[in-house]
Structure formats: structure tokens, C-alpha cells
């Protein structure tokens, strides 16, 4: 018998009262009791993306939302500007130009983040930029970016909007939508919503709901007005992934029993205990200037291929981490550190990879991953 471990950046492990939720009897999504349920994570959904906008939630992945901010905001020929530092920065170019859309790309070395000047000087040499499109956490590569900073870039810009991929950013860390002015908040079930996979959301500024009316794209399953006509009124527009939402509920109970405040920091003291740990095995991380609560990406060392650890990590130990991918694919490992994780998760993980790399030839003498992160952890400092 062996235990299996979620340490990837998605899907996340659900909770034990989120499975329980889930397996209620379902719902007909028309009837009174659904109603109710949808109202509540509509209001939990405001709370965890901060803002007083209506949260749009679809039955799609995450890149479902991502597509339809794409198809519901813009028009054929709209220059925007696509941040690519990695697997999904370069998704939202690929989205953008499938549409029609002329795409600036900003190249962002893998495992650094955007310098929010190149952003100001791509928006004062191009003219007339109607987006720009970012992650909040690029989970390739395991790197933040400064959103607050290019937002205070982005709004003095009356006609663009600043769209934020936050698949891994929201329930991670803080990310106001309204009080940053971000116009478009992507997320998706799967990662720090504690969800099994199968929603999407988007939430939308006023500004990008005027881009709305002026965009001509064609769309139909994805289309925002509609979706939120129906919000409104309690209601989604196709039949919802009804188990899902009742999990949400679940989830958003969760999150605010927990408060915002409390899951940012759970996640920064997972993060700073996983960063800790593999540094103290002597190992580099991949972003060390502008590191992602969601994910610590890892070289790996001299040596020892990455996807070796990832391929031992599950097989011997039950474990599952993300490796890396294109270019990083074999050099580096990602530990994730996020959702329904904790303290002993992180030790579970850091203890594994221990054993792996000793698998795999690497030299740890003395060295021990698990004990520095425990001096993060350990509760009396
Ligand atoms: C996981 C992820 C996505 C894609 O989500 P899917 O649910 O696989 O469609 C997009 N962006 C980021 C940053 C992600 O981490």
C-alpha cells in the first residue's frame, strides 16, 4: 500500500468536506435549491476576487475563460500586448492571434519576471493598444509578476484594459481586483480553489465592459453579457456543472472561515519553507528574484535529470510535482504549495525529494531540506 500525494501545481487535492459536499444528490439547476447555492458562491466569489463585479463562472478548464475574455473584449485587428515569460504567456498570444487579434509579445527570460517599464514603453511606442495580457503566477516557470505595478501603468490608458491570467494567483495571494484596478480576473477550479477540474471564471471591470459593446467577435457558449444577464438573476445560461458549484460553496466557506488574510499567508509560509528547504539541499531555484507563492520551480542539479526526480518522485514515493517544460523540460521541478496544503505537506515533499535525489546519485551528506523548512515552520520560534 502506498499513500499518493498531490504536490502539483494543479489539479490541487480537494478536501475531504468539499468531496463530501460534492456528493449530495444533484440538483436541478432551475429549482429554488440551486438558487440559493448559486447565490451564495456568487457572494463568496466577490470576496475571494475582491471586487463588487459580478463573478462569471463557466463549465470549461481554466483556458475556457481565458478564451472568452479573448472572444468577448476585443474586435479582428486589435493590436494587444502579450507578456510571454513562459507555457501560458505565450497560450494567451496564441489565443489572441487565433482571434485575429495583432499581438505585441513582450519575451520574458524564463524565470524572471516582466519589467513593468518594458510594459510602459511597448504601450507609448505602439499607440493605440487595446490590452494587455499577463499571468498574476506564471506556474511554468514558477515566477510573480508585478501586477500592481503594471495596472498603475495600464489605467492611464483609457482605452486598454489590463487582463490577468490568475490561475494561480487567486486564493494565493493578494490580488484586488477592484481596489488594483485590474479589468479581467482569470481563474480556474483546479488549482488554489481546491476543486477538482471543470470551472472557469472571469471576473470584469466596468472599463472592459464598455469592450464589451464594442467588440465584434463571434462567441456563443463563452458569451460574458449573456452569462451575466443570468447571474442576475440567480440563474447561468447552460446547465451548469451543478456538483461543482456545490462544492464551491463548500470551498468558499472554507476560504472565509480561513479569511484572505490568513490563506495569503499560509501560502507565503508554505512557499518560504519550500524555498528554504531546497536551498539548504544545495539546490538553485529557477526564480529567485520574483518567486511564486503558488510554485517553486527547482534546477535541477549537476547531473541529476529533471524529469528523473518527477518520474521517481511518483513511481517509488507516490508523489506527484510538476517537471518542467519546452526549453526547462529535464532541468527543472516544480513543487507546488498550493490549495488544500500545509505545514506537513511541504515536509512530505521536501522528505521525498530527499530520498529521490539520493536515488538518483546526488550527494546530500548532511544536508537537510525537511529540517530547514521545519524552522520556518515549527510553531514556538
Ligand atoms: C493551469 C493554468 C492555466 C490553464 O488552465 P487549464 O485549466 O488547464 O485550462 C492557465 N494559466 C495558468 C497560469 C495556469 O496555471
Not at 539548504?280 to 520574483?290: I, K, S, T, V, Y
Amino acid at each position: 500500500m502506498k499513500k499518493q500525494y498531490l504536490l502539483a501545481p494543479g489539479p490541487t487535492p480537494v478536501p475531504p468536506r468539499v468531496l463530501q459536499a460534492m456528493s449530495m444528490p444533484i440538483l436541478h439547476h432551475r429549482a429554488p435549491a440551486y438558487k440559493a447555492v448559486f447565490e451564495e458562491v456568487r457572494d463568496g466569489l466577490k470576496y475571494l476576487f475582491q471586487t463588487k463585479e459580478e463573478v462569471l463562472v463557466f463549465a470549461s478548464s481554466g483556458t475556457g475563460a481565458m478564451e472568452g475574455t479573448i472572444a468577448n473584449l476585443f474586435s479582428p485587428g486589435d493590436k494587444v500586448i502579450a507578456v510571454n515569460g513562459g507555457k501560458f504567456g505565450e497560450r494567451w498570444g496564441q489565443i489572441a492571434a487565433g482571434y485575429g487579434l495583432e499581438v505585441i509579445t513582450i519575451d520574458v527570460p524564463w524565470g524572471t519576471a516582466v519589467k513593468p517599464e518594458d510594459i510602459a514603453d511597448c504601450l507609448a511606442r505602439e499607440g493605440n493598444v487595446r490590452g494587455v495580457l499577463t499571468q498574476a503566477s506564471e506556474t511554468s516557470t514558477g515566477v510573480m509578476h508585478p501586477i500592481k505595478v503594471i495596472a498603475d501603468i495600464v489605467k492611464k490608458y483609457d482605452q486598454t484594459i489590463l487582463v490577468v491570467d490568475a490561475i494561480t494567483g487567486v486564493g494565493v495571494f493578494d490580488l484586488p481586483m477592484d481596489a488594483w484596478g485590474l479589468d479581467v480576473v482569470v481563474t480556474g477550479s483546479q488549482k488554489a480553489l481546491m476543486l477538482p477540474p471543470g470551472l472557469a471564471f472571469a471576473a470584469v471591470s466596468q472599463k472592459a465592459w464598455g469592450f464589451n459593446q464594442q467588440s465584434t467577435l463571434p462567441r456563443y457558449y463563452f458569451d460574458f453579457a449573456k452569462e451575466l444577464k443570468n447571474a442576475k438573476k440567480g440563474q447561468n445560461a447552460y446547465t451548469p456543472a451543478v456538483s461543482l458549484i456545490i462544492g464551491l460553496r463548500e470551498v468558499l466557506s472554507m476560504i472565509k472561515e480561513e479569511t484572505l488574510e490568513g490563506v495569503f499567508a499560509r501560502h507565503a509560509r508554505l512557499a518560504s519553507a519550500t524555498r528554504a528547504g531546497v536551498q539548504a539541499l544545495g539546490l538553485e531555484l529557477f526564480a529567485p528574484d520574483a518567486p511564486s507563492n503558488a510554485v517553486t520551480a527547482v534546477k535541477a542539479p549537476e547531473g541529476v535529470d529533471g524529469q528523473e526526480v518527477v518520474k521517481v518522485l511518483r513511481d517509488d514515493y507516490g508523489v506527484t510535482i510538476a517537471g518542467g517544460q519546452d526549453h526547462a523540460k529535464g532541468k527543472i521541478f516544480r513543487l507546488a504549495h498550493l490549495g488544500y496544503v500545509d505545514d506537513l505537506d511541504v515536509l512530505t515533499g521536501l522528505a521525498a525529494l530527499e530520498m529521490a535525489l539520493m536515488d538518483l546519485g546526488y550527494e546530500l551528506n548532511e544536508r537537510s531540506g525537511v529540517r530547514a523548512a521545519q524552522m520556518i515552520l515549527k510553531v514556538k520560534k
